[in-house]
């Protein structure tokens, strides 16, 4: 029964993961899943916390080729060539993240609740053991193998939330969680530049002094969610107020080679 449990949580997973791939870089994958009888001790681990369970991550973990392997097919996918071990890692990890947010709206709908991902990172070990599952995942003529580690108090929580038979244990979805999140307000910025200064000279500022920015008057400014910069726009004026026209999506590959919080 716990197994069955956990079981639903990982092919929901599955399903996020397979997801990720296919809408980030346009990649068919298959999948099947079976209880981890022989666990590799050297892998890349990563851990997702959510919401609900903050001091209970779920582990994805595979060896070193493997994530070579997915981090250059995402990688040829979008065109790119010649990427640094870094930056093949980061393209593995956004497809991860990709997939948890997937998968936390999976849960909220299990449990008509907002949830949502929360600390993450790469994992020298298991935090917390559970069952592991492997997960054997093939595309674009490659196979790789990912194990998946449920501690067990997500198994309690998930035989609470979807009784054994039921349409929500065998059918999951996140369908529910979406109106929720409709309603979210996220803060938006505006950047027109940066630049930085030396503590001593920042002292320094009275009124009317001037900042050299990092850009000229000609060029675009940014519009930044959330510390992502997700577009590019000129300003006007609306009415007498100052405004921002779109001009240029942040495309999905740019997205993705500089997933990292932007620092101001």
């Not at 519009?223 to 001009?247: F, K, M, P, Q, W």
């Amino acid at each position: 029964m716990t197994e069955t449990a956990a079981f639903s949580i990982v092919g929901e997973w599955s399903e996020c993961f397979s997801t990720a791939l296919r809408e980030i870089a346009g990649l068919a994958v298959t999948f099947e899943i079976a209880l981890a009888r022989d666990v590799p001790a050297a892998m890349f681990r990563w851990q997702q916390e959510f919401s609900i369970q903050p001091d209970q991550p779920i582990t994805i973990g595979l060896i070193k080729e493997d994530l070579d392997t997915i981090s250059a097919a995402v990688g040829a996918a979008l065109g790119l060539t010649g990427t640094s071990a870094p930056a093949d890692q980061r393209l593995y990890i956004a497809v991860m993240r990709k997939s948890m947010a997937g998968l936390a709206l999976a849960l909220g709908g299990w449990s008509s609740q907002l949830v949502t991902t929360a600390g993450d990172g790469e994992a020298a070990d298991l935090a917390v053991p559970g069952n592991t599952y492997q997960i054997a995942i093939a595309f674009a003529g490659r196979n790789v193998t990912l194990y998946v580690t449920i501690p067990r108090a997500w198994e309690e929580w998930r035989l609470g939330h979807a009784p054994e038979g039921s349409k929500a244990s065998s059918q999951p979805t996140g369908s529910l969680t979406l109106p929720l999140l409709l309603d979210v307000e996220v803060p938006i910025r505006v950047s027109f530049g940066r630049t930085s200064l030396k503590v001593n000279d920042a002292l320094k500022l009275v009124t009317g002094s001037l900042l050299e920015l990092d850009r000229s008057a000609g060029e675009s400014v940014e519009l930044i969610v959330s510390n992502r910069v997700i577009a590019h726009g000129e300003v006007v004026a609306v009415d007498g107020n100052y405004g921002i026209r779109i001009t240029q999506i942040v495309s999905r590959k740019d997205r993705l080679i500089h997933d990292q919080p932007l620092t101001v």
